[in-house]
Structures are given as C-alpha cells and as structure tokens.
C-alpha cells in the first residue's frame, strides 16, 4: 500500500515543476530545480516530496524566504489520488487513465491561479485521451465519450459565443471550454452536468466571499478552472461510488 503513496508523492513534486515551468516555457527536464528568490540549486536531500518541506519549515535553506504551501499540498493530493485510485482499481487501465486525470486537473487548476491561463498542451492531449480511453474501459463507451467532447466543447462554446455577442464582453474563456471537452472525454456526457454544477456554485460562493469580506469588486475575475476541476472530481467520486444513468 505503499508503493502508490510514494509514487504519487514523487509525482506531484513533478507536477509542482509542470505548474511552475510550463506557464514560463522552462525546460520540464533541465536545469534542476532551484529557489525562485535566490536561484540556488535545491540538492537533492532539500527535495524530497512533503518531507523536507517539513524539515526546513517552509523556508529555502539559502536565502530563508517561504516555500508556498501549495508544493507539499499538490504532492499530498497526488499521493491521496494515486492510493484511493489503486484501492478501486488495483494495478488497471483506470487506475493509469484516472490518476493522469487527476494530475492534469491538479496543474491546471494552479495555472490558471497563477496565469489565468489553461494550456492547450494539457487540456487538447486530455482530450484525445479520454476518447481512446472509451474504446478500451468497461465503464466509458465510445459514445458517452464523444457526446461529453461535444457538449463539453461544442455546446459551451456556442453558449459563450453568444454571450459574448449579447453582452459585449467574454463569456467562458476558451481554456474553460477546451477543459469542458477533456472532462466530457474521460468522464463521458453525463460528468458534465455536475461538474458545471460543482463548479458553479463553488465559483459563485468563493466570488461572493471575495465581495463581503476581502472588498472585490464583482467585476473582478476569478479563475474557473479550478472550480470546474474540483465539479470534475466529485463527479469521478459519484460515478465511482453511485454510477451514471446507463453506464
């Protein structure tokens, strides 16, 4: 039961490198990590997933600035992933095509915190996946799958293009919509709808949140990605645990 839990620590601290590299089109290979602040490179005993977080308190051993939090937490949720994925599938296609879900969602959710920004490169690749993956999974047929590209995609992208004409500025952001059909492919047409309703309501109460307490305008943008990622996951959870109408 380990072994899942140590991979999917080790992965997220590769996932830590997606998130801050590819945004600044880094290398994901080379050079080696390093302190954002004081550019000193991280030896190999200051790296060690969630652990050396602890050990150093939060701080480089240089130049003693703060580490975000949010590199042991993406490690920590890609560890929880990676063990609850394989208690359900055992070693399996689904474990695999789940776990990479996942992993997609976690590093475009902090992208798009960061950058406002979900990368085709991330969410065109999830696409093509989720699709292939239906014509080999025994609880994702082909035809859920295209269905979810299409009204993940298409219909979203209708509903934005027509805001945009009635209201004179941005509906949904393109990224949003591509993110749509990755989640309708993998999770077929019938992940959409809690999903987006997840999505919405969470984004709708953190918004509200940012006006009475923290003073925001609500014009002020908010990222939806992370929002419609955390609807993708419980909507993985349900149809895990309870199941889809006719799947």
């Not at 801050?20 to 004081?38: E, T």
């Not at 359900?88 to 990479?100: K, N, Q, R, T, W």
């Not at 992208?157 to 952001?173: D, N, Q, V």
């Not at 709708?204 to 925001?216: E, N, R």
């Amino acid at each position: 039961m380990l072994i899942p839990i140590i991979l999917g620590l080790v992965w997220g601290s590769f996932l830590n490198v997606v998130i801050y590299r590819l945004p600044r089109r880094l290398s994901l290979v080379s050079p080696g990590s390093s302190c954002p602040f004081c550019r000193k490179a991280i030896r190999y005993f200051d790296n060690i997933p969630v652990l050396s977080y602890l050990l150093l308190q939060g701080k480089c051993r240089h130049c003693k600035r703060p580490i975000s939090p949010r590199y042991p937490l993406v490690e920590l949720a890609s560890a929880l992933a990676a063990f609850l994925l394989y208690l359900a599938f055992g070693l399996s296609l689904e474990l695999f095509i789940y776990f990479l879900f996942i992993s997609a969602l976690l590093a475009l959710s902090a992208i798009d915190i960061d950058t406002r920004l979900l990368p085709d490169v991330i969410t065109l690749p999830l696409v093509v996946i989720g699709l292939a993956f239906s014509f080999f999974s025994t609880s994702l047929a082909p035809w859920d799958s295209m269905l979810g590209i299409a009204g993940g995609g298409g219909f979203f992208m209708l509903i934005s293009w027509g805001y945009s004409a009635l209201r004179g500025r941005p509906g949904l952001g393109g990224g949003d919509v591509k993110l749509l059909a990755a989640i309708g492919a993998v999770l077929g047409w019938q992940g959409l709808l809690p999903t987006i309703l997840i999505g919405s309501v969470t984004g709708l109460l953190v918004g509200l949140t940012l006006v009475v307490f923290k003073g925001k305008d609500f014009s002020t943008p908010l990222p939806f990605g992370p929002f419609l990622s955390l609807g993708a996951v419980v909507a993985l959870v349900l149809k895990l645990v309870v199941g889809y109408p006719g799947v």
